[in-house]
């Protein structure tokens, strides 16, 4: 008792000095009377922790109900405005027989059991519930993440499961605002939908966030059902031949809010121990005490109204179970000799085994090494040939090419040979005509002044022949006559003299023309428009 207390009531220095006079009932019992005294002189709140841990002890539960009792006569605890939310379920069969004073008599009057719902499971409840929405809001946003997530799809599974959300769903456009209507199908200790819905969907980074949850749901309706002393509480109310009390009754000595009213429903609902009751929620608006004197005074009027024959009567009890206790501890012990040896035993089993095994697993792992390095060898081996073998595809390639290139080579060879004939066939033409010109050039010349050819011991009659020839126009003459503009832009002065030089000498493209003769010089002369000095040299030839 003094170790319970110590969680929430009796300080560290408190719980030793109980646990150093353990020796002495009376002792223990006295200094630890004064701790709770002074715990609850503090803080009124610490009674209720009191009486809690008090009902978690057959022999003790009488006492805690005599307390809650004088608790509530005292401040009017109840009224008449009461919340009740009922579940039924059927009778549980334990046996106590020592349960008196209050809850026999609460059993005979209204033929059920009342059970105190702290004030402080209010902030584990709250905590529970902000727990809940961390969960959601993880999932919802791994859900809008998804941009495959058909939404139409999704409205129509979850009116295939819940029928009564479809008009809800109905003009819902985003996975947020549907998974906020299926919000409404969980609740704290309940996230199946959404776990069906991540199923269904195949979003698999979404199970370990729900999976984890589940644990924390299942471990704090453990807590739950712990904190109520459920086990003890409801073992008080039964018999071996026949169920006392029907109904349990949980008084909330503060004003929960719908939700956190709906939470603690929903955890009742999944506590084993409640599950052959029907029970209520029974909620009782009231202002709490406002002076601590008042309680310590309750306090000390329900230790007072204890008399001897119950404290004798509860030191035989106590004494009667500390002896069971003794003999529990020897039956124990002698289990636990008897356990260690058949641990030892299989420990020694066990360590035989596992050196077999190592010594198995040490050559599967040599064997596993032979056969990787063989693997390797080989993968080596087939690496090499597929690379000389992709090397002769390629060299096989280079050399149908290069044969390729080759007979094309060979072909050009022999057009050019077979052109180079023809031209070598040409020329030895081309030079035969050259000298039959030349013959009928010569012959021509002998017949006709006009086509002699000139030289620059000619130059003077040139000169002479040209006097009547417009000399702005020297330029035109000398490009008409093959020479080049390079050549003409050379003559700063005597222009028409220095042009009559370098065609005589057949500078440029003299020759290309026809060479230096009277005719050539008379058609330059017609070509820059000066028909008349032309016609004068073609009179005196």
């Known amino acids: ?50 009486v809690t841990v008090l009902r978690k002890f057959s022999e003790t539960a009488h006492i805690g109900d005599t307390i809650f009792e004088e608790y509530r006569k005292h401040f009017c605890y109840y009224d008449d405005d009461v919340e009740e939310s009922e579940c039924y379920l059927s009778s549980r069969s334990t046996s ?12 005979d009057k209204h033929g059920d059991h009342k059970i105190l719902f702290p004030h402080y499971m209010k902030k584990k409840f709250q905590v529970m519930r902000m727990k809940f929405g961390s969960t959601f809001f993880q999932v919802r946003r791994i859900f809008a993440r998804m941009k495959s997530v058909n939404i139409d799809e999704v409205k129509d599974l979850i009116s295939d499961w819940f029928s009564d959300l479809k008009p809800q769903l109905s003009d819902k456009k985003t996975i947020n605002d549907v998974l906020n209507v299926l919000k409404r199908k969980c609740s704290i200790i309940n996230l199946h939908p959404l776990e069906n819905l991540a199923s269904e969907l195949n979003i698999e980074e979404a199970e370990p966030i729900i999976k984890l949850y589940k644990e924390k749901a299942k471990d ?9 002393c459920l086990g003890e509480e409801l073992q008080a109310v039964a018999t071996s031949s026949c169920l006392l009390c029907e109904t349990v009754v949980f008084i909330f000595n503060w004003d ?67 002896q069971e206790i003794e003999n529990f501890k020897a039956i124990i012990r002698e289990k636990e000799m008897k356990s260690d040896t058949e641990v030892m035993d299989l420990q020694y089993t066990l360590k035989d085994k596992e050196e077999k095994m190592t010594a198995v697993i040490k050559k599967y792992e040599f064997v596993q090494q032979q056969l990787n390095a063989k693997d390797d060898e080989v993968n080596a081996l087939t690496s090499e040939l597929a690379s000389v073998k992709e090397l002769s595809e390629s060299q096989l390639q280079q050399i149908e090419k290069l044969k390729l290139r080759l007979e094309e080579s060979h072909k050009i060879i022999e057009t050019i040979l077979s052109q180079m ?35 620059i011991t000619k130059a003077v009659d040139v000169l002479n022949a040209l006097k009547l020839f417009d000399t702005k126009k020297w330029k035109t003459l000398g490009l008409n006559l093959g020479l080049y503009l390079t050549t003409l832009n050379k003559f700063t002065e005597d222009h028409l003299t220095n042009t009559v030089g370098a065609w005589l000498s057949c500078e440029d493209d003299v020759m290309e023309k026809g060479g230096a003769t009277w005719q050539n010089l008379i058609k330059a002369v017609e070509d820059t428009g000066d ?8 009179k005196k030839l």
């Open 256 to 322: 929960p809010d719908e939700h956190t009213l709906q939470d603690i429903n929903d955890v009742l609902l999944e506590l084993e121990p409640l599950n052959r009751f029907k029970y209520h929620l029974q909620i009782d608006k009231v202002d709490l005490v406002d002076n601590d004197q008042s309680v310590v005074d309750l306090f000390k009027q329900t230790q007072t109204s204890l008399t001897s024959g119950d404290i004798d009567d509860l030191n035989k009890e106590i004494k009667a179970k500390d």
């Open 421 to 455: 004939k023809k031209i070598q066939s040409l020329t030895q033409c081309k030079k035969k005509l050259m000298k039959t010109n030349e013959a009928t050039c010569n012959v021509i010349t002998s017949f006709d002044p006009s086509q002699q050819k000139l030289d």
């Open 531 to 538: 028909k008349a000095t032309a016609e004068e040299i073609r």
């Open 1 to 50: 008792m003094a170790k319970l207390l110590h969680e929430e009531v009796i300080s560290d220095e408190a719980l030793s000095h109980v646990m150093s006079t353990r020796g002495s009932v009376s002792d223990s019992r006295a200094v630890l009377l004064k701790a709770v005294r002074d715990a609850v002189h503090s803080n009124y709140k610490h009674l209720e922790f009191f």
């Open 220 to 228: 704090f309706c453990m807590s739950i059902s712990v904190s109520l």
């Open 96 to 107: 106590n027989p020592e349960s008196s004073s209050f809850v026999d008599r609460e059993i």
